[in-house]
């Protein structure tokens, strides 16, 4: 197929995702307020910023921008195997359309809420007295930097959805998604961990994003060099899980 075709199937499905923003606003809306809940309860309740210096809250909203790209995968991944079992799905894969093209929709779909869900925990930083202080070109790649660990988070998630292929073994799969996100340094600096449990967190992809957006932002915990792995990570797990994803979704039903 050319690329035209591809680019307005992929356009097609795209617009078929937004349209469920309409039905469903209860999920969107839950979607963009508990990342805003879990930071305001960081930032008041539980944050101690051990081994921080400077402003806690400075340290924190990069580590919750950070971790606001790596949750809510589940949404995707649930609707991604509700298609599946309604039967949906197959009749795309009926049709001559390019066998992405219901993936890349579904991802691009996301992508928009992804892009809302950030522009709001930046907001709310800047309500609490977080601030950016590396100048808009920084600030743009600390955000860039940001949306590349979601798009490849999402591409994780709908190849493990395709996987699982039912919705309720979605909910066994997403508690890996804690794992990771918890055991990293959105929350605090690995000089404040054992050394064996400091060891691991820094070698978390998304610790690397962190650490790389700190120093965009210009704010604590940020350190020179990491922007590079913050680039390379993400680009590792999308080419590794694109093509899984778009593989495993053409051998559907074979």
Not at 11 to 37: D, I, N, S
Request: charged content about 10%; proline content about 5%; hydrophobic content about 55%.
């Amino acid at each position: 197929m050319s690329a035209a075709y591809v680019v307005s199937d992929c356009w097609t499905m795209t617009r078929r995702e937004l349209a469920h923003w309409a039905r469903q606003p209860v999920q969107v809306l839950v979607g963009l307020v508990f990342p805003v809940m879990m930071l305001l309860m960081f930032g008041y309740l539980v944050g101690g910023g051990r081994s921080v210096d400077g402003d806690y809250v400075d340290f924190l909203v990069p580590g919750m921008l950070t971790l606001t790209m790596v949750f809510g995968l589940e949404g995707t991944m649930t609707a991604v195997t509700q298609d599946l079992n309604k039967g949906v799905i197959d009749r795309f894969r009926s049709m001559p359309m390019s066998d992405g093209a219901v993936l890349v929709g579904r991802a691009a779909a996301d992508m928009l809420q992804s892009t809302v869900g950030l522009l709001v925990m930046v907001g709310v930083g800047y309500a609490i007295g977080w601030r950016a202080h590396g100048g808009l070109g920084s600030t743009l790649g600390a955000l860039g930097l940001l949306l590349l660990l979601r798009f490849a988070m999402l591409w994780i998630g709908i190849f493990l959805a395709l996987v699982a292929g039912r919705a309720e073994l979605v909910q066994a799969v997403q508690i890996l998604v804690w794992p990771v996100g918890f055991l990293s340094n959105a929350f605090a600096s690995p000089d404040s961990m054992p050394g064996w449990l400091g060891t691991f967190v820094e070698w978390n992809p998304m610790s690397a994003t962190a650490t790389a957006v700190r120093e965009l932002f210009g704010n604590p915990g940020g350190e020179p060099g990491h922007v590079w792995a913050a680039t390379v990570w993400p680009l590792v797990l999308l080419g590794l899980f694109f093509p899984l994803a778009v593989r495993k979704f053409g051998r559907l039903g074979k």
